[in-house]
């Protein structure tokens, strides 16, 4: 679409459609803005078409998801595994590495971090700040061998990472429901023992005898960890050598050829990290909230964390508010019917995101006749 | 454990992996990646099958399952056609904007299908036994026997797509505008409708795809789980295919067949004479359903290598918006 004049009969005016030549610092957050309420509007035309009351059902999302301290507590809950898997998808699309897996680091962060209480690896009596560490290393690790796997195969062999990840989500999750039905089944039902307490991540409501408005509040300490990841991502990718390189990568791969970059070496690193960051989040769900071994841990996280980073535009800090948004709108879309409404939100949300776009790059001109050319 | 009822079952399943994946050759060798296949089906075998529900009566105990397919083709090819603004018209990421659409069609078939899975209609499409070739030894029964009418425009569609490709004006105007759009625009081809057409043709291959599924291979609604990650097994394939619908075809039957098999192995007592294990631990059934999808990925390994050292590969301008007045790439 280059510059574009269209001229109605009639009209004192054109509309001139040109290349943008710099782009104002608040156009970004207001078209993302614009973006979400346009696909707010589009969710509500679709819903009140099936015969929903849409407003009434944004309404319950705002009051179910932010009304008071104790849902707000859940939303954070919710929010804490979204931080992790927006920062996954962030630095790995910050390198246009597509890493549609974060679904499925989240399962093998999940089932290493169990691995560590039900094999066990860690003894049940160990006190919780043995626990825990090893936990954390477990789904950190098991996360990074998840995405070590389609980094190896694209960075080597040149296989297409988009469904490489995306068949990993399968087989892990396969894999998952081996280990609950057939290993760690408690009484042939589709979930293993509750782990101990030392496995558990500490809440809100543990220190409600110190402070007694923590009473009953969910909200666990993988929220701390999420946010610290958020501030380690950004570092590395705009403050180290490391993340000039992530980006000079994404944005020029053969520029960065000639600067000499390591883009193989770079590739394993970027999918193992992110894919590490993902199976924090399969960790901290397992021994934040779940606290056993399940199947179907996840309502689809991993790609919720793909509109994330993409809304957040691939800003680490960013990233915490806007999973927090998100948070609430998975909280309270549990109980809407249809049950695909908070799914097909999203997707207008991302449409209407890449559809934006167009305005960050050109901009719409009304002349008046006559006032150029 | 039948080896003959794993292939025939195998080509009919296939089937919709052959509709997916040629759809998609026609899109990418246009130029334009669509990673919503899977979104598409959904949609496809959604609509088809609420059309059959809705038009089942007591006179008509079937419906109209070929009403269907033309909705599930219409509606996943307009589907596609918003994957075509947003890419062709507003130049945004392919990548995204697939995945986009994966999650606006599995969204929008949810909650339009909202309660579908319990309607129970029996589309009625005709199985067809051919009189000579299903006498042919070991082909005709796997080929010619009792296959859906479905099956047999397959077999149809794969000669007619590399005919059209390969040896055809419009077919050589395809490749032209997904190899080189700069040039094939000198040329005085409209790169921009082009594009839009076999997005759109793609989509509406893909939408039948998903009413193979909901009206002919596995009848009904089933959610998500109506089409489990097909539409993304179609996607590896093209790659496998390096964009020819004979190799494509060769795939999806082989997926078909490797779906069936593992279904049926869990049946016998003795697997080549020794106990067979998945019959005594259900459990190691997970791992036979890791198979599909680990054998994408050793199948995207095998196209890639052979693109590598064949020098062969993704037509040269796949995933590139294309702008009028701009360089070429």
Redesign the interface.
């Known amino acids: ?2 510059t574009t004049t269209a001229q109605k009969p009639g009209l004192p005016f054109t509309i001139k459609i040109e290349p943008r030549l710099n782009v104002p610092g608040w156009l970004g957050p207001a078209v993302s803005l614009g973006a979400i309420i346009v696909a707010l509007i589009l969710g509500a035309i ?1 819903l009140s078409l ?1 015969g929903g009351d849409p407003w009434a059902a944004y309404a319950h999302i705002a009051r179910a998801a932010f009304g008071d301290l104790g849902v707000f507590s859940d939303t954070l809950v919710k929010a804490t595994p979204l931080i992790f898997v927006g920062l996954a998808c962030s630095l790995a699309f910050r390198m246009k590495l ?1 890493n ?1 897996g974060a679904e499925g680091q989240f399962y093998a962060g999940a089932l290493g971090a169990s691995a560590v209480v039900l094999i066990p690896i860690v003894p049940p009596e160990a006190p919780g700040w043995v626990t825990l560490p090893v936990m954390t290393i477990a789904g950190l690790v098991c996360g990074a061998l998840w995405g070590f796997i389609p980094g190896w ?1 694209k960075a080597r ?4 990472e ?3 990840t ?3 989500n ?2 892990i999750v ?2 998952t ?2 280990f609950v ?2 290993v760690w089944s408690e009484g042939g039902f589709q979930m293993s023992k509750t782990f101990q307490k030392a496995a558990w991540l500490p809440r809100l409501a543990d220190f409600a005898k110190q402070v007694t408005l923590f009473r009953g509040l969910t909200t666990h300490a993988g929220l701390i960890l999420a946010v610290i990841a958020a501030v380690v991502v950004w570092y590395i990718l705009y403050r180290s050598r490391w993340g000039y390189e992530i980006r000079l990568i994404g944005d020029n791969p053969r520029a960065a050829e000639y600067a000499g970059i390591n883009i193989v070496r770079n590739t394993v690193l970027v999918m193992m990290t992110s894919g590490a960051l993902a199976g924090l989040a399969g960790m901290s769900e397992i021994a934040g909230v779940v606290h056993r071994l399940q199947t179907s841990i996840s309502p689809g996280y991993g ?1 919720t964390g ?2 994330i980073a ?1 809304l957040a535009k691939l800003n680490p800090l960013v990233v915490i508010f806007v999973s927090i948004l998100f948070g609430g709108l998975i909280l309270a879309g549990r109980e809407i ?12 949300i ?2 209407m995101l ?2 934006s ?2 305005l960050m ?1 050109y901009r719409v001109r009304i002349v008046r006749a006559g006032a150029e050319e | 454990m039948d080896p003959i009822i794993i292939l025939q079952a195998g080509v009919a399943s296939g089937t919709v992996l052959l509709f997916a994946t040629i759809g998609e050759i026609f899109s990418e060798r246009a130029g334009v990646l669509n990673l919503g296949v899977e979104g598409m089906m959904l949609i496809g075998a959604m609509s088809a099958y609420s059309v059959v529900v809705a038009t089942t009566t007591s006179d008509n105990p079937g419906g109209y399952p070929w009403l269907g397919l033309l909705a599930a083709m219409i509606a996943a090819g307009l589907l596609a056609l918003l994957h075509g603004i947003i890419t062709i018209h507003f130049q945004a990421d392919q990548v995204v904007s697939g995945l986009a659409l994966t999650f606006l069609g599995a969204g929008l078939s949810l909650v339009l299908g909202e309660g579908l899975s319990k309607a129970g209609a029996n589309p009625f499409l005709p199985k067809i036994t051919v009189p000579l070739l299903s006498a042919i030894p070991f082909l005709g029964p796997i080929l010619f026997t009792e296959q859906s009418v479905l099956v047999y425009i397959g077999y149809a569609l794969i000669p007619a797509a590399w005919f059209y490709i390969n040896r055809t004006r419009p077919g050589l105007h395809l490749r032209a505008i997904g190899e080189n759009p700069t040039a094939a625009d000198a040329m005085g081809l409209n790169v921009y409708q082009l594009r839009y057409f076999y997005v759109f043709l793609g989509g509406m291959l893909a939408g039948l795809a998903g009413g193979t599924i909901s009206l002919a291979i596995s009848p009904g609604w089933f959610s998500e789980l109506t089409t489990s990650g097909q539409g993304w097994i179609a996607i590896g394939l093209v790659i496998f295919a390096q964009w020819d619908p004979w190799r494509a075809a060769f795939g999806s039957y082989a997926f078909g067949a490797l779906r069936r098999a593992i279904l049926d192995i869990q049946g016998p007592t003795t697997l080549f004479g020794f106990n067979n294990p998945f019959y005594y631990n259900p459990y190691y059934g997970f791992f036979m359903q890791m198979l599909p999808y680990a054998f994408t990925i050793i199948v995207l390994i095998i196209g890639s290598r052979q693109a590598l050292r064949q020098r062969l590969g993704a037509p040269a301008a796949l995933g590139l918006p294309y702008v009028r007045g701009e360089r070429g790439h």
């Open positions: 679409m280059a679709v099936v597509w549609i195969l062999l040149k296989v297409n988009i469904i490489t995306l068949m990993l399968y087989i396969a894999l429901n081996f039905f057939a790609f793909i509109i993409w019917q249809p049950a695909g409404v908070p799914r097909l939100i999203q997707g207008i991302l449409f890449i559809a776009d167009v790059r």
